[in-house]
Nanobody
Framework: VQLQASGGGLVQAGGSLRLSCAAS????????MGWYRQAPGKQRELVAT???????QYADSVKGRSSISRDIAKSTIDLQMNSLKFEDTAVYYC?????????WGQGTQVTVSS
């Protein structure tokens, strides 16, 4: 499975951003896709996930101002982030997981200016 992420950039605080990730390869094996992020000097953390069964999970820090969506047929996953804060600045990574393996996409930088 290969993951291609896009949509990062520079945005002002309070603004919005949409990240997209497209999976290719043996996508039938994927049971969950999601977004993680890593800020400078911090560990990588979960932002939001979406299972094949339709369940979603959000980090408390983005809950209420972010929405994850997934098109299983197209093997894509999008993350809409609103009311962005300076602390949302990080490299965002797309992740897909099968029953046995985790796959990571290249990171996309999100920078929120105050």
């Amino acid at each position: 499975v290969q993951l291609q992420a896009s949509g990062g950039g520079l945005v002002q605080a309070g603004g919005s951003l949409r990240l997209s990730c497209a999976a290719s390869g043996y996508t039938d094996s994927i049971i969950i896709m999601g977004w993680y992020r890593q800020a400078p000097g911090k560990q990588r953390e979960l932002v939001a996930t979406f299972t094949t069964g339709g369940s979603t999970q959000y980090a408390d820090s983005v809950k209420g101002r972010s929405s994850i969506s997934r098109d299983i047929a197209k093997s894509t996953i999008d993350l809409q982030m609103n009311s962005l804060k300076f602390e949302d600045t990080a490299v965002y990574y797309c992740k897909a997981r099968s029953r046995t393996t985790s796959y990571w996409g290249q990171g996309t930088q999100v920078t929120v200016s105050s």
